[in-house]
């Protein structure tokens, strides 16, 4: 899987102090939705505060900034196609969640007079290659032609998409079809340990059973999409995604000694059905070891989790005082 990290949230710009800091490689989008959140009280203040951060942070070797419209039903007409318009103009990606739910199908159908998701983002003029389509769980033939007529990436969040009970992509569908398709997590409320290898096994496991067969979605086919594939999905692959002379020096090393590993008999279904994300054993991004027989070499992963603790136990207690019940 690609050592890149692709977050979705607020205040990206202090997201991109810590992946600066351990010298990872990201792609940073700042969220853009209708009702006013902690870092822009409108769709308009989200998009001015994405663009200052492309600015910022446009000559930086590993770290790209994006515009991130949550979604079709969460943003109006007009936002969508601004937000178009504007990744064609710093030729920067928008990473949205597009055709996930049933809510956002009524909505959209609500609003267009009855289009899908995909059919409503081609017919505002909101569907290009900048694009980065998380989930795809509600789309038909004629859907998944439109995406690939316009050379959108998708990011399959199977474990997510489970978790929350939305259906199941169709992936399977979309890689036999050439789609720029590779693997996701989502975010860490229903993807939880954001663990690409977490998702290998279900990838592999889920496509069998709703498409009754046992030779559907072949490891081989689940490790393309969670290197290459992950790579065209965000127009990458000419830079990462496999290990070619040219290419940036980002690398993952597994160990394939330890015991839930052992034997190794083919490489691709040992990844996919036996790794756990603790066998990762180094991590390397642009030439550089980040991570070295599992131990962080760029920060103190005591003080982090301490802090993290810290903000949890704050987090908790603002839920209890709500009355909320965290599950």
Same mark, same amino acid.
């Given at each position: 899987? #690609?050592?890149?990290?692709?977050?979705?949230?607020?205040?990206?710009?202090?997201?991109? =102090?810590?992946?600066?800091?351990?010298?990872?490689?990201?792609?940073?989008?700042?969220?853009?939705?209708? &009702?006013?959140?902690?870092?822009?009280?409108?769709?308009?203040?989200?998009?001015?505060?994405?663009?200052?951060?492309?600015?910022?942070?446009? !000559?930086?070797?590993?770290?790209? *900034?994006? &515009?991130?419209?949550?979604? %079709?039903?969460?943003?109006?007409?007009?936002?969508? +196609?601004t937000i178009a318009k504007l990744s064609m103009k710093y030729d920067v990606p928008v990473m949205m969640h597009l055709a996930e739910s049933?809510r956002e199908r009524e909505v959209i159908a609500k609003r267009s007079g009855g289009l899908s998701p995909v059919k409503y983002m081609e017919?505002?003029?909101?569907?290009?290659?900048?694009?980065?389509?998380?989930?795809?769980?509600?789309?038909?033939?004629?859907?998944?032609?439109?995406?690939?007529?316009?050379?959108?990436?998708?990011?399959?969040?199977?474990?997510?998409?489970?978790?929350?009970?939305?259906?199941?992509? %169709?992936? #399977?569908?979309?890689?036999?079809?050439?789609?720029?398709?590779?693997?996701? /997590?989502?975010?860490? *409320?229903?993807?939880?340990?954001?663990?690409?290898? !977490?998702? &290998?096994?279900?990838?592999? =496991?889920?496509? =069998?059973?709703?498409?009754?067969?046992?030779?559907?979605?072949?490891?081989?086919?689940? @490790?393309? *999409?969670? /290197?290459?594939?992950?790579?065209?999905?965000?127009?990458?692959?000419?830079?990462?995604?496999?290990?070619?002379?040219?290419?940036?020096?980002?690398?993952i090393v597994i160990d394939t000694k330890a015991p839930n590993m052992v034997p190794v008999y083919n490489p691709y279904s040992a990844l996919?059905?036996?790794?756990?994300?603790?066998?990762?054993?180094?991590? @390397?991004?642009?030439?550089?070891?980040?991570?070295?027989?599992?131990?962080?070499?760029?920060?103190?992963?005591?003080? @982090?989790?301490?802090?993290?603790?810290?903000?949890?136990? =704050?987090?908790? +207690? /603002?839920?209890?005082?709500?009355?909320?019940?965290? +599950?």
């Amino acid at each position: 899987m #690609l050592p890149l990290t692709l977050t979705i949230y607020y205040f990206e710009d202090e997201v991109a =102090k810590t992946v600066d800091q351990i010298g990872m490689r990201a792609i940073l989008g700042e969220t853009i939705i209708q &009702f006013p959140v902690a870092s822009a009280k409108t769709p308009e203040d989200g998009i001015k505060y994405a663009e200052k951060l492309i600015n910022e942070y446009k !000559d930086h070797p590993r770290i790209t *900034m994006a &515009f991130a419209p949550h979604g %079709p039903y969460t943003n109006s007409t007009e936002t969508l +196609q601004t937000i178009a318009k504007l990744s064609m103009k710093y030729d920067v990606p928008v990473m949205m969640h597009l055709a996930e739910s049933d809510r956002e199908r009524e909505v959209i159908a609500k609003r267009s007079g009855g289009l899908s998701p995909v059919k409503y983002m081609e017919s505002i003029g909101a569907l290009n290659e900048n694009l980065v389509a998380a989930h795809i769980i509600d789309a038909n033939e004629e859907d998944i032609a439109i995406l690939k007529k316009y050379d959108v990436g998708i990011a399959h969040n199977m474990s997510a998409n489970i978790k929350s009970a939305k259906g199941v992509s %169709p992936a #399977l569908q979309m890689f036999n079809d050439g789609l720029r398709i590779g693997l996701g /997590t989502d975010g860490p *409320m229903s993807g939880n340990t954001l663990s690409t290898i !977490d998702e &290998f096994n279900q990838v592999a =496991k889920v496509h =069998k059973l709703v498409n009754k067969d046992r030779a559907a979605m072949p490891p081989k086919n689940v @490790i393309e *999409m969670a /290197t290459i594939g992950a790579a065209r999905a965000l127009h990458m692959e000419d830079k990462v995604g496999s290990l070619e002379v040219g290419k940036l020096a980002d690398v993952i090393v597994i160990d394939t000694k330890a015991p839930n590993m052992v034997p190794v008999y083919n490489p691709y279904s040992a990844l996919v059905y036996s790794a756990y994300a603790t066998n990762v054993k180094h991590t @390397i991004v642009d030439g550089k070891v980040i991570m070295e027989n599992r131990n962080v070499l760029t920060v103190n992963e005591d003080n @982090i989790r301490k802090e993290a603790l810290q903000f949890a136990d =704050k987090v908790r +207690q /603002t839920v209890i005082e709500s009355g909320e019940i965290v +599950q």
